[in-house]
């Protein structure tokens, strides 16, 4: 049973502390989704991927978030330096690549920054 | 631009009626309509999608969606809520030229005994 795996499920941190997300997609699936669920917001697109480049990161607050891709079985998110605004749950989704692909999310982490 | 509006926070029903969970959307171009089910603590799991062909779409669960292209809407359906539905439920669409989903807000599907 194929799934998205995130690392870690929970990260409680400080505010200025930088954190590091990790989803490993399925496997053989060319496109990396990062979304962001807040209460407020609800889900947003953060980034995404295919074939390991960017297309689409107009979502993420430069400043401060970066996501790549170093290899097929590994994307990440990082964000540096943290702020408590940046609590939330981030999920990585992963697909075959075509427009009427389905998207396959992870578990999630959830984010706590203090 | 795309958007999706799910104009109900909440629905409830009881447990062996059937229910339905409101979505319309907005796209330039022909639109890819998904549903997704988020239970507590977890990911979004894939309920059924809308690519092209026939209006009414079935998938897991016993869940359905009916495409009305002239309402715009994509409303899922089931003839006999669970208990065990009880979940937040999300509309989701793609535009041309678009990989990325655009969701509505969600709608917390409450189904009583």
């Known amino acids: 049973d194929a799934r998205v795996t995130q690392t870690p499920r929970d990260k409680v941190t400080e505010m200025g502390q930088e954190v590091t997300m990790r989803c490993q997609p399925i496997l053989g699936h060319n496109t990396v989704f990062w979304y962001r669920q807040t209460m407020m917001q609800g889900l947003e697109l953060l980034a995404y991927f295919r074939n390991r480049a960017p297309l689409d990161d107009s979502g993420m607050p430069k400043d401060r978030f970066s996501a790549e891709m170093p290899d097929a079985t590994l994307a990440t998110l990082k964000i540096q330096p943290s702020e408590p605004r940046d609590s939330a749950v981030y999920f990585c989704?992963?697909?075959?690549?075509?427009?009427?692909?389905?998207?396959?999310f992870g578990p999630g982490t959830r984010l706590t920054v203090l | 631009a795309q958007s999706v509006a799910q104009p109900e926070d909440q629905v409830n029903v009881a447990e062996g009626n059937p229910l339905t969970v409101k979505c319309t959307y907005s796209?330039?171009?022909?639109?890819?309509l998904f549903w997704y089910v988020q239970y507590p603590n977890r990911g979004l799991q894939f309920l059924l999608k809308?690519?092209?062909?026939?209006?009414l779409v079935k998938g897991s669960y016993g869940f359905e969606a009916e495409f009305n292209k002239s309402q715009t809407s994509f409303h899922l359906k089931k003839p006999s809520a669970l208990v065990s539905d009880s979940a937040l439920y999300f509309c989701?669409?793609?535009?041309?030229?678009?990989?990325?989903?655009?969701f509505g807000s969600g709608t917390r599907l409450q189904v009583q005994p």
């Open positions: 809308y690519i092209t062909g026939d209006n």
């Open positions: 989704a992963s697909g075959l690549g075509s427009r009427e692909d389905t998207q396959y």
């Open positions: 989701a669409v793609k535009d041309t030229g678009r990989r990325a989903l655009t």
């Open positions: 796209v330039s171009g022909n639109p890819y």
